[in-house]
């Protein structure tokens, strides 16, 4: 009798499976998913919530916009069926923002190691359109003195002209042969190391803030807030303004589209600290740009 009354439960339990299965199905990435790994209906029913997820993370990312938004369980990735025989495994699968993060993230640490080993011997002179850039570069080493009050560059221009590479080469060769010390910063970076390490927050601001010679690389193609634009690189220009500090910035932008980008943040008073900044990055450095073909292709 006990044998009958759980061969019905089992009977009953299949049932309820196969009903919640056969909903899903009517859910349309849920169904192509199961079309695309044809997944017999008996083994669907049994990774029934497996598939769910799956299609829950598939629906996620095809309304995301950048790693920024991703709501999956792990950032940048989807969880997806592996099906072999009667048996599913979820794995977890990059999106195409994670790809291309992780290819971006490549060529920044390649370019890095060409950076950290930058010098003037490296510099291509032939190129017509930095020759000035270069004549001011050679000018400024030989005159560079820490005890006066020599003003940086704002290098910007088209996207891999060499700019990083200039300034890295500049900045190694006076580090090697006349033992000035400098901090260069992938801009982007800096906001988000700071808030990942509280703790080091405020020997990191000292740090950038006093060090002799300073290069914020790449400056706009960071995510403006009031407090990176504020707090962070307010404060640091400020500094280095009251104490006379050599100053470098690259960037794609002008000077002028550098302000729009700065005053892109929700306040009131947005485009008058953008201003701000502006004026002070102008009296750090001089502004000159490099419009030539692109060095990294």
Not at 203 to 225: C, F, H, N, R
Request: glycine share 4%; net charge neutral; proline share 2%.
């Amino acid at each position: 009798m006990e044998s009958i009354k759980d061969n019905g439960k089992v009977q009953e339990l299949k049932k309820e499976l196969r009903e919640n299965y056969r909903a899903n199905l009517k859910d349309t990435i849920f169904s192509d998913l199961v079309i695309k790994n044809k997944i017999k209906e008996e083994v669907g029913m049994l990774y029934n919530s497996d598939l769910e997820d799956s299609a829950k993370e598939l629906k996620n990312c095809h309304e995301c916009k950048g790693l920024y938004e991703c709501k999956n369980k792990v950032m940048g990735h989807y969880m997806y069926p592996k099906v072999t025989g009667n048996i599913i495994d979820m794995v977890y699968v990059p999106c195409k923002y994670k790809k291309e993060n992780d290819r971006l993230l490549e060529l920044k640490n390649t370019a890095n190691k060409e950076l950290l080993n930058a010098r003037f011997k490296e510099i291509d002179v032939k190129d017509k359109n930095r020759v000035e850039v270069i004549k001011w570069i050679k000018k400024f080493y030989d005159e560079f003195d820490i005890y006066k009050d020599m003003k940086g560059l704002y290098l910007h221009g088209s996207f891999g002209s060499g700019k990083s590479f200039l300034i890295y080469a500049l900045l190694n060769e006076l580090n090697i042969n006349k033992k000035i010390p400098f901090v260069a910063l992938y801009f982007p970076d800096v906001l988000k190391d700071l808030k990942e390490d509280w703790d080091t927050y405020n020997s990191k601001m000292e740090k950038y803030s006093t060090v002799p010679v300073l290069l914020l690389d790449d400056i706009g193609a960071e995510q403006v807030s009031e407090w990176g634009r504020d707090e962070v690189l307010g404060t640091i220009l400020q500094n280095r303004m009251n104490n006379h500090l050599t100053t470098f910035f690259t960037s794609n932008l002008t000077i002028d589209e550098l302000e729009y980008h700065l005053s892109l943040a929700k306040s009131s008073l947005d485009k008058v600290k953008a201003r701000r900044i502006i004026e002070r990055i102008k009296q750090l450095t001089q502004d000159m740009e490099i419009i030539t073909d692109n060095k990294r292709s």
